[in-house]
């Protein structure tokens, strides 16, 4: 092995430790910041039925139906995630620190964003046609939306760590 090949072995090992530690740590946290959330925006949108949040876990009382709990389990949760893309911005990607930040924030805000639609309209499912109909959305709907916000985080994070138009023609052109 290389020494280079060892650099970049040890950089992905780097990540992928702090990813799962800081996972462990913060992960219900975010969970009932997540629920705590989503329970503020639905109820700000004027959508009833929506009780209380006690940290990971939402309250339903739909109209018609019996009450039931939505919990925002861990692999709800778009903390683990934000920390991949973290990961990736300051272990894996080359550029300047703060673009490299830049770039993860603006990737994190969609893929925050994302999730809490993702599970605002699962909750709104289950309020209008029960907890069965959510399970089916969450788990059908839901994952394809998570899997849409999170590629297109990615993508964004990479377009805005490329370099501009200008300057690879400004070296093309002083290189002759």
């Known amino acids: 092995m290389t020494p280079r090949l060892i650099r970049v072995l040890l950089r992905i090992l780097t990540a992928m430790v702090l990813v799962v530690v800081l996972f ?19 109820t700000a949108l004027g959508v009833g039925g929506v009780g209380a949040a006690y940290g990971p876990e939402l309250l339903i009382l739909p109209a018609h139906g019996l009450p039931f709990r939505v919990d925002v389990s861990p692999s709800c949760s778009s903390i683990g995630a934000v920390l991949g893309l973290a990961a990736i911005a300051l272990f894996l990607m080359h550029g300047p620190i703060v673009r490299r930040i830049l770039a993860f924030a603006v990737a994190a805000a969609i893929v925050i964003a994302g999730n809490l639609f993702r599970i605002a ?3 709104w499912i289950g309020l209008e046609w029960g907890s069965t109909y959510m399970t089916v959305y969450h788990d059908w709907v839901g994952t394809v ?3 849409i916000v999170l590629l297109t985080a990615f993508m964004v994070m990479l377009f805005l760590m490329l370099p501009s138009n200008r300057r690879i023609l400004e070296e093309a052109t002083r290189d002759r």
């Open 24 to 42: 462990s740590l913060w992960v219900d946290h975010a969970r009932s910041i997540e629920a705590h959330t989503t329970g503020g925006l639905l």
């Open 121 to 123: 309209t699962s909750v």
């Open 145 to 147: 939306i998570g899997l």
